[in-house]
């Protein structure tokens, strides 16, 4: 006698249950990550700030270094700044920008209208009644160019779609501080 065998086949699928579980899942995940997307705006002009503080270090740090003034030129219409070795007593932004390989034109310039700085733009700069930052060699904030007049100090304010920083430089010792606007 054959024996017969009797498979049972049963349909493969999802239960109600199976499918409420994932999307319960995935409405927390979603609620989750979407306040952390909010604040990709915030992250980008946080690194424009944190770029700009690093390089007023580093023209402080470089006047020191090589005993010569050195300047960060704002420019507010372009929505970028350049660092510029000052020579006797002037600053020419064009032809004495501070060398670097890896920048366009190996200048120092930076625009913070690069995409990873997302929408950051200058609101406003004031250093003694202008645009431009000046340390002498022994990293001192200066009021001008080729003297030795202490500055007053002074800010510029950093504004994005989501948030505004304002970055002092102290007069006298050039101590950089961060603020949060709004």
């Given at each position: 006698?054959?024996?017969?065998?009797?498979?049972?086949?049963?349909?493969?699928?999802?239960?109600?249950?199976?499918?409420?579980?994932?999307?319960?899942?995935?409405?927390?995940?979603?609620?989750?990550?979407?306040?952390?997307?909010?604040?990709?705006?915030?992250?980008?002009?946080?690194?424009?700030?944190?770029?700009?503080?690093?390089?007023?270090?580093f023209?402080?740090?470089?006047?020191?270094?090589?005993?010569?003034?050195?300047?960060?030129?704002?420019?507010?219409?372009?929505?970028?700044?350049?660092?510029?070795?000052?020579?006797?007593?002037?600053?020419?932004?064009?032809?004495?920008?501070?060398?670097?390989?890896?920048?366009?034109?190996?200048?120092?310039?930076?625009?913070?209208d690069?995409?990873?700085?997302?929408?950051?733009?200058?609101?406003?700069?004031?250093?003694?009644?202008?645009?431009?930052?000046?340390?002498?060699?022994?990293?001192?904030?200066?009021a001008?160019?080729?003297?030795?007049?202490l500055?007053?100090?002074?800010?510029?304010?950093?504004?994005?779609?989501?948030?505004?920083?304002?970055?002092?430089?102290?007069?006298?010792?050039?101590?950089?501080?961060?603020?949060?606007?709004?």
């Amino acid at each position: 006698m054959k024996q017969v065998r009797h498979t049972n086949h049963l349909s493969r699928g999802y239960t109600l249950i199976e499918v409420l579980v994932v999307v319960t899942i995935l409405g927390i995940a979603a609620a989750v990550v979407t306040p952390n997307l909010s604040q990709a705006g915030v992250f980008r002009i946080q690194a424009a700030v944190r770029t700009l503080v690093s390089d007023i270090s580093f023209a402080q740090m470089d006047a020191l270094g090589y005993q010569e003034q050195r300047a960060l030129v704002f420019d507010v219409d372009e929505n970028l700044y350049t660092l510029v070795e000052v020579q006797d007593s002037t600053i020419d932004v064009e032809n004495n920008a501070i060398y670097d390989i890896n920048r366009p034109d190996q200048r120092y310039v930076v625009s913070f209208d690069r995409e990873e700085f997302g929408g950051t733009f200058i609101e406003s700069v004031e250093f003694d009644g202008d645009n431009v930052l000046i340390f002498d060699e022994i990293g001192g904030p200066v009021a001008t160019a080729g003297s030795s007049t202490l500055s007053d100090g002074g800010s510029v304010v950093l504004a994005g779609s989501l948030s505004r920083f304002r970055i002092d430089v102290a007069a006298f010792t050039g101590r950089i501080t961060v603020t949060q606007l709004d």
